[in-house]
């Protein structure tokens, strides 16, 4: 124990050593040979272009994609439960109303608490080992869920598979946060965007094998209509574990917890067998103290204290942890908590169920297409151009719909639906995918698990909040607005977009060194993009 505050010490001067190397190595000649391996940006660089410099990075974040496939999975594959779960009314067996807003609302509530725990864990034990704890904890869940049929009693019934949705969305909330800062961590800066873009086209994916598997029961009158649903979620939650026992830890994590020669081994499992691992791991190092040094100037701390999820409010991080919960927050303003239930609100303005189902399945294909494009789009639009256009573009769609509400008639109810499909592809090339970028990119890499965890418990709150109120707003027994409900996103779609301009910086093609010190330095979010650095001389830029 007398020799532990010599040990950090000794972290923090290597730390430092690394970065003033790469401090030196910045001042050579950076030509091909001597930088081979640094995550130099080229902004003319293709897509296609850098996935080949970074073959195996773009392989395990295509391979993180299973704990999001997950995440959207879970929201579609319920099944019919009114079989075993619900009472009898007209010769009809239903779910009492209050049980399946409860249903509802626990699965965002459980996910708040798995994100929450996420930001704790990640920086105890590790990407990986959270990931398998999320895993573990989604496999408790679904458990439950399958045997909740057992108990005899139906109000047992009920309550078990509450409990087993809680817990599931506490193992779901886990797995998508600590994805996101894995990925966050691992990607070069050039395929930052379009990795975070997968995000939600794999959660869009997610849903459209659920609807399919939901769909292949339709006709069954056993237990099985809800139970093979359920139990294919298991096979799921296989998914993050095999990517756990390929994939190495995180480098970033390593180097914070002074674990050098697994940080360097795992950054030589990350890239190409001819990069300089050195030169990756030093430029990493300068990434990792720059963060420490900015907290331990702003809140007299000693620079391996473990960070804290109020640090994520200090002076010097506030901005950048609003930034983060907006960008998690932007989805629920352009609608998506109603496009999730799409079928049943054009039901609600009146087409009938085959047509409102059909509607359902081709706008998630829709919004698959779209943001498999933004993919693309992101790496060469940014994040803020595509987040001001789309939102733009949103506000009209939503208003057109609210002006249809006001009339009647089978044109009034193709146009509303089609509308929706439009939305949903709008969206998904543009605001949808670049504000899961925005939020994995502004934080600071020594609070980034904090503020995933942060962010994914603002998000899953913001979903529980309009998926038990909107019904409010449409439902024939209370608001009964239809497709006046569209002026209710016109107005969020013009909060989003101006909000968006003012607060939300351009960070494509930016170095995390880059976007701290265009933090530090208080810059606009309007003059991230044209900052060209400080100048030779080390004076400041005008803010």
């Not at 010599?6 to 290597?14: G, P, R």
């Not at 391996?37 to 391979?63: C, I, M, N, T």
């Not at 239809?482 to 002026?487: D, E, I, R, S």
């Amino acid at each position: 124990m007398a020799f532990q505050p010599e040990k950090e010490k000794s972290h923090v001067t290597h730390l430092e050593l690394a970065s003033r190397q790469v401090t030196l190595d910045d001042s050579r000649d950076e030509s091909p040979l001597n930088d081979h391996g640094r995550d130099h940006v080229d902004s003319k660089e293709s897509l296609w272009q850098a996935s080949k410099r970074y073959p195996k990075v773009v392989l395990y974040g295509f391979g993180l994609t299973f704990g999001i496939l997950l995440y959207g999975y879970d929201t579609a594959v319920v099944g019919n439960v009114s079989r075993d779960f619900g009472s009898v009314l007209n010769g009809r067996p239903l779910i009492p109303a209050t049980w399946l807003a409860l249903w509802k609302a626990v699965g965002p509530v459980g996910a708040m608490l798995g994100a929450a725990i996420a930001g704790l864990v990640q920086d105890k034990v590790g990407r990986r080992l959270s990931l398998v704890l999320g895993t573990i904890i989604v496999s408790a869940g679904v458990a439950i869920c399958f045997t909740s049929n057992l108990p005899k009693d139906i109000v047992g019934r009920r309550t078990a598979f509450l409990v087993g949705k809680i817990v599931l969305g506490v193992g779901v909330g886990q797995i998508i946060t600590t994805t996101q800062t894995f990925m966050s961590e691992i990607v070069p800066t050039r395929l930052r965007g379009p990795i975070m873009s997968l995000i939600p086209a794999f959660t869009l994916l997610g849903q459209l094998i659920g609807a399919v598997v939901i769909a292949t029961q339709r006709y069954s009158r056993s237990s099985t209509a809800y139970l093979i649903p359920l139990a294919s979620q298991w096979a799921f939650a296989a998914g993050p574990l095999v990517v756990c026992a390929i994939m190495p830890e995180s480098p970033i994590w390593l180097i914070r917890k002074g674990q050098t020669e697994k940080a360097m081994d795992a950054i030589g499992r990350l890239r190409k067998k001819d990069e300089n691992v050195m030169l990756v791991y030093e430029e990493m190092c300068q990434t990792v103290v720059g963060g420490d040094h900015r907290s331990h100037q702003n809140n007299s701390g000693e620079d391996t204290r473990p960070p804290k999820f109020k640090d994520c409010f200090s002076l010097s991080e506030k901005r950048r942890t609003l930034v983060s919960l907006w960008a998690y927050t932007t989805p629920q303003l352009w609608g998506v908590t109603l496009l999730a239930n799409s079928s049943y609100f054009v039901q609600m303005v009146g087409m009938d169920a085959a047509n409102s189902l059909l509607f359902l399945v081709v706008g998630i294909v829709l919004g698959l297409l779209a943001n498999l494009i933004s993919i693309w789009l992101i790496s060469k639009a940014g994040r803020r151009p595509l987040m001001l256009s789309t939102f733009s573009a949103l506000t009209l769609l939503w208003l057109g719909m609210g002006i249809s509400g006001f009339y009647q008639g089978t044109v009034v109810i193709w146009y509303t639906a089609i509308t929706m499909m439009v939305v949903i592809t709008v969206a998904g090339l543009g605001v949808w995918p670049a504000s899961y970028a925005v939020g994995a990119e502004v934080s600071s890499i020594r609070l980034r698990a904090k503020a995933q965890g942060l962010g994914w418990l603002t998000s899953s709150l913001w979903t529980g909040v309009f998926a038990m109120g909107l019904p409010y707003a449409y439902n024939p027994d209370a608001g009964d607005l239809k497709g006046k409900t569209g002026f209710i996103f016109t107005a969020l779609s013009i909060l989003g977009m101006v909000t968006t301009y003012f607060i939300v910086p351009e960070m494509k093609d930016r170095k995390p060194t880059e976007i701290d010190r265009m933090f530090e330095l208080g810059l606009s979010a309007r003059k991230f993009k044209s900052w060209a650095g400080d100048q030779p001389d080390g004076t400041r830029p005008a803010v």
